[in-house]
């Protein structure tokens, strides 16, 4: 099993630009999730998914859209990219956040020029 | 912000001492987690303690939880200089579908 793929691991933007991070996840799991690192702020959440169809936002949503077509795929859209956006994303997947863990990805990092 | 806090920020011991790190947290949850994270890594799963319980083990890991004052400890026995890594907790709400991090602690192990 391969277990969370992110793609790509790093990117380099200017400012306005779009952009998609891909995240694939190979366990069945219903929750997915994508947080934000960056240095002194731990892990911030952005948007999260219970289920196929199903996505919510999180702590920091704005400026970042997220659909979730497929149990396997959460892929994070950048609409708009600010030099605020830059930072290292994670993508993160559970079987349930009540009795399961998160396995993470190896992160992608985003500069936004 | 639901983020918890961990601390220190930053702990620096000797090859072979415990390392001790600290979580708190802001609302009621249904189990907290802690992770470690090595330099340039994604995030890995340590272990998971439930509202109901007091203490857990595993391996050289203990994790207590003081629900009463939204708590929990990490504890590292004999501590190697592998185990030099970020450590978070992380809570899930008692209702909710989120995992909130912590701030971390930066745990060196000199050799």
């Known amino acids: 099993n391969a277990g969370v793929t992110q793609t790509p691991k790093f990117q380099v933007l200017k400012t306005g630009q779009s952009m998609t991070l891909q995240c694939a996840q190979d366990?069945?799991?219903?929750?997915m999730s994508w947080y934000r690192q960056d240095p002194g702020m731990g892990l911030r959440l952005i948007h999260y998914?219970?289920?196929?169809?199903?996505?919510d936002q999180g702590e920091v949503p704005n400026g970042y859209n997220v659909s979730r077509s497929t149990t396997e795929d959460f892929p994070l859209r950048l609409l708009s990219a600010a030099p605020s956006q830059t930072s290292v994303y994670f993508c993160?997947?559970?079987?349930?956040?009540?009795?399961?863990?998160?396995?993470f990805g190896e992160g992608s990092r985003l500069t936004v020029l | 912000s639901q983020q918890g806090e961990e601390d220190p920020q930053a702990l620096s011991i000797q090859e072979g001492e415990n390392a001790t790190m600290n979580c708190s947290y802001k609302?009621?949850?249904?189990?907290l987690q802690w992770y470690r994270q090595n330099s340039g890594r994604g995030l890995v799963h340590l272990i998971l303690?439930?509202?109901?319980?007091r203490e857990k083990h595993s391996g050289r890991l203990r994790v207590t939880l003081d629900t009463s004052k939204k708590s929990s400890s990490l504890l590292i026995t004999a501590s190697r200089a592998a185990d030099t890594a970020s450590y978070f907790c992380?809570?899930?709400?008692?209702?909710?579908?989120?995992?909130?991090f912590g701030t971390g602690t930066s745990l060196t192990v000199i050799p």
């Open positions: 303690i439930r509202s109901n319980e």
């Open positions: 992380a809570t899930v709400p008692f209702t909710g579908n989120q995992f909130y």
């Open positions: 609302t009621s949850i249904n189990n």
């Open positions: 366990m069945n799991h219903e929750y």
């Open positions: 993160a997947s559970s079987y349930t956040p009540q009795i399961g863990e998160l396995f």
């Open positions: 998914s219970v289920g196929a169809g199903i996505t």
